[in-house]
Each structure stands twice: as structure tokens, then as C-alpha cells.
């Protein structure tokens, strides 16, 4: 059974910094490119950062210089830290996963909520 599951969302001040967890079981994580999504409230839902096989790395311009994904194969676990943050950057964030040869990413998590207050 496949689980992506979140964590490490919470309340923030502007510029201040979270780093969010993604922890993956159930399929070859060392296989799957993995992303990170976020949703604010009325919006459609936006890629944040994706980060390959190759930990070939994908960032949204908004986040460019603020947000950092990483992944750790060893623990099946892929993060997102993120500094200087905005009220914008407000959102449930989501973590997902590709497995190799895929064309969409398929396993997504229940998300986590992050709050920037200005």
C-alpha cells in the first residue's frame, strides 16, 4: 500500500523558515521522482520544487532562492525547506510521487497545512 505522508506544516511569521517531511512507503522510492505541490484557498493547485532520480532539481519562480528540496533514499523520506517566507506562501502543501516511466505523478499525500502571518 502506498503512503506518502507529510509533516512539519504550521503557523510561521513572515521571513521566517519551516522545513516540511515527506516520508514514502510502498513503492521504490529510489525510483520516483518526487514534488512538492501547494494549494491556497480559491486557487488552483501549483508545482512548488520536484527533485529526480538524479536529484536533478525543479523550483517554481517564486520559491527560486527561498526553498530547497531534498532527499534522502536511505530513509524514503524527500523535505522542503523553506526560508524568508511570505504570507503568500500560504497553502496546504503536498507531497507526490512519479515512479519511473510514469508520465503524472500518481501517490500524493494528505497534505499539510503552512500558515505565514505578515
Known amino acids: 500500500q502506498v503512503q506518502l505522508v507529510e509533516s512539519g506544516g504550521g503557523l510561521v511569521q513572515a521571513g521566517g523558515s519551516l522545513t516540511l517531511s515527506c516520508t514514502a512507503s510502498?513503492?521504490?522510492?529510489?525510483?520516483?521522482?518526487m514534488a512538492w505541490y501547494r494549494q491556497a484557498p480559491g486557487k488552483e493547485r501549483e508545482l512548488v520544487a520536484t527533485?529526480?532520480?538524479?536529484?536533478?532539481?525543479y523550483y517554481t519562480d517564486s520559491v527560486k532562492g527561498r526553498f530547497t528540496v531534498s532527499r534522502d533514499n536511505a530513509e524514503n523520506m524527500v523535505y522542503l525547506q523553506m526560508n524568508s517566507l511570505k504570507p503568500e506562501d500560504t497553502a496546504v502543501y503536498y507531497c507526490?510521487?512519479?515512479?519511473?516511466?510514469?508520465?503524472?505523478?500518481?501517490?500524493w499525500g494528505q497534505g499539510t497545512q503552512v500558515t505565514v502571518s505578515s
Open positions: 527533485i529526480t532520480i538524479f536529484r536533478d532539481t
Open positions: 507526490a510521487a512519479r515512479e519511473d516511466g510514469r508520465p503524472e505523478y500518481d501517490y
Open positions: 510502498g513503492f521504490t522510492f529510489s525510483r520516483a521522482a
